[in-house]
């Protein structure tokens, strides 16, 4: 699943020539179908795509 989105992520972190350290742990007894996860992956990617375009202040 992050492999088939990892470039909403990979963008802007080459762009702002930045790195980051992601992992996901999951922690229900039941395996999700891949249809519920993808858009929830999507929305994760998204917010740490946010943070890594994000300039640095001062």
Do not use: W
Request: zero cysteines; a positive charge.
């Amino acid at each position: 699943m992050y492999r088939l989105q990892k470039h909403i992520l990979y963008t802007p972190l080459r762009d702002n020539s930045r790195q980051m350290a992601v992992f996901f742990i999951y922690l229900d007894k039941k395996i999700p179908d891949f249809a519920s996860l993808q858009p929830k992956f999507s929305v994760i990617l998204e917010k740490l795509a946010r943070e890594a375009g994000r300039k640095e202040q001062p």
